[in-house]
């Protein structure tokens, strides 16, 4: 079994808080789509003839992609994927791409499942974050992919706004809810060095939220959501019963994985691999037939620190049988040892041999997934 990701790195234009790899020059597209065919073709050994069991479109926004380019990456991906046997094809589309054409066209590729980013259903909460759409538009375009049979679909939301009243994130929750969506993703927005964002806050033109409205905020999520039968299965992630991300989950379960496209990461389950954060020097390198990735070769130790910060992050926890069997017997009594007053003080449980972090862990999530990392 394995993941396959698509990167596609162009948007129409830059939201002040992104630091992900895209570009606002679409002129590259079409040839950028081919070298993605071609990558695919080149690696697709990598794969070790596993099982493609989910596919995710992921950006930059690849509801960009015109229905020609979805066309020849759908044409090349068939060569390697069989879309009968695999469980989940998700597409990332931004609100104002989402026109009845769009979604017309979607239906008759093998996506099954679609991630909009709405980030917010308030009009100036949008133009601050510099957004394309507007609140109206994003509840239309949810209801038309849900209309169209994208039953299986998730929104993005952002919290901790400049300015953001409690009221006001609970507003854009009610309005999430009353949509009908059966997932949804909720980050507190990060000032990434570098972005328009980062930089008006150095210039003191916008004040941060403070950390106590921001955990009263997550504490309103997943109140809100719970109440509404939504299970908090990831520290950011909701859903309905069953309708968890598969994708993202795999991810969090260590399963391997090829990423195609500039910036996309890959994963063997020894080695990761990264592809050039550079347009050009990625299609330069794939026309001339070969990959320029760079290569991480992981360690145990470094393997033992990310399933304790993968598996901790879900509601399935850590399971200390398959931490033992994995990592031997030393690791495993230092982990529980580590866990211990966690514990104790109520932010850790221990049943049926798995380590879980609490409701009460969740605020100090990365404090206790710290204490328990190998450090030599
Ligand atoms: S649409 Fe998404 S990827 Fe593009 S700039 Fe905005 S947040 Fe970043």
Known sequence: ???LYIHIPFCASRCIYCDFFSSTDSSLRGGYVDAVCRELALRRGELGGERVSTV????GTPSTLSAGECDRLFGALSAVVDWSACDEVTFEVNPDDVTPSFVAMLRDTPVNRLSMGVQSFDDSDLAFLRRRHTARA???AVNRCLEA?????SIDLIYGL???SLDGWQRNLRQAVSLGVPHLSAYSLMYEEHTALWRMRERGEVEECDEETSLSMFERLIDELESHGYEHYEISNFARPGLYARHNTAYWQGVPYLGLGAAAHSYDGRCRRVNPSSLWAYMEAINEGCVAYAEERETSDSLYNERILTSLRTCWGLDMKRLETDFGEERARYCLKQARPHIEAG???FTDERLRITRAGLFTSDDIMSDLFWVD
């Open 149 to 153: 049979g994208y039953n299986n679909m």
């Open 138 to 140: 994003a509840i239309e």
């Open 1 to 3: 079994m394995a993941g």
């Open 347 to 349: 932010r850790l449980a």
């Open 162 to 164: 400049p300015g953001q």
């Open 56 to 59: 995710y479109f992921g950006g």
